[in-house]
T-cell receptor, first 117, second 113 residues
Framework: GDSVTQMEGPVTLSEEAFLTINCTYT??????LFWYVQYPGEGLQLLLK?????DKGSNKGFEATYRKETTSFHLEKGSVQVSDSAVYFC????????????????FGQGTILTVHP | EAGVAQSPRYKIIEKRQSVAFWCNPI?????LYWYQQILGQGPKLLIQ????????DSQLPKDRFSAERLKGVDSTLKIQPAKLEDSAVYLC???????????FGQGTRLTVV
């Protein structure tokens, strides 16, 4: 079945450092890929998405490129801020999962990001 | 625009008791999802509704979990009887339809003791 794997363990960075959170996926079809963010005390929010190979999703300085050849969707930001501290989830939606259940999200385990001043 | 509303925010119950969670999706959203998020893991889909019909409940433990979506709007998720391993955050999400962006509520944190 479909699955998403994120890099293990929390990430701790200093402000203005470069961020990479790795994400790889397995899917039977040609999925859409997403990054969701969960700030402390809030619900999950869509950060960015990409729907086809080589698409680049971007938002709030974050970017991720859909790499079909490596089945990856790594999240990057050039200069993180304290306000970026949150939990980040990589997810996919597989249109071949079954017609009426299209839209179901399969999530990775999440990566806790802490940014220090 | 009002977001997805969930209640209660927190619930503590003893094992073998029953509990219910409520979700009010964004107005006009046809698709509603319930996810279970165990600490340290990503959310896992329990059930997906399209209007008031179930389209995917393959991961719902049907011996103890039940869900309904009345008139294609609000939804309730019930656990009876609860087990210790049901301790998790229960997330409700809604979208205009399957394949559209899903919007999540803040979740209900359940602790079973």
């Amino acid at each position: 079945g479909d699955s998403v794997t994120q890099m293990e363990g929390p990430v701790t960075l200093s402000e203005e450092a470069f961020l990479t959170i790795n994400c790889t996926y397995t899917a039977t079809g040609y999925p859409s890929l997403f990054w969701y963010v969960q700030y402390p005390g809030e619900g999950l929010q869509l950060l960015l998405k990409a729907t086809k190979a080589d698409d680049k999703g971007s938002n709030k300085g974050f970017e991720a490129t859909y790499r079909k050849e490596t089945t990856s969707f790594h999240l990057e930001k050039g200069s993180v801020q304290v306000s970026d501290s949150a939990v980040y989830f990589c997810a996919l939606s597989d249109p071949n999962a079954g017609g009426t259940s299209y839209g179901k999200l399969t999530f990775g385990q999440g990566t806790i990001l802490t940014v220090h001043p | 625009e009002a977001g997805v509303a969930q209640s209660p925010r927190y619930k503590i119950i003893e094992k073998r008791q029953s509990v219910a969670f409520w979700c009010n999706p964004i107005s006009g959203h046809a698709t509603l999802y319930w996810y279970q998020q165990i600490l340290g893991q990503g959310p896992k889909l329990l059930i997906q509704f399209q209007n008031n019909g179930v389209v995917d409940d393959s991961q719902l433990p049907k011996d103890r979990f039940s869900a309904e979506r009345l008139k294609g709007v609000d939804s309730t998720l019930k656990i009876q009887p609860a087990k210790l391993e049901d301790s998790a955050v229960y997330l409700c999400a809604s979208s205009q339809g399957a394949g559209y962006e899903a919007f999540f509520g803040q979740g209900t944190r359940l602790t079973v003791v």
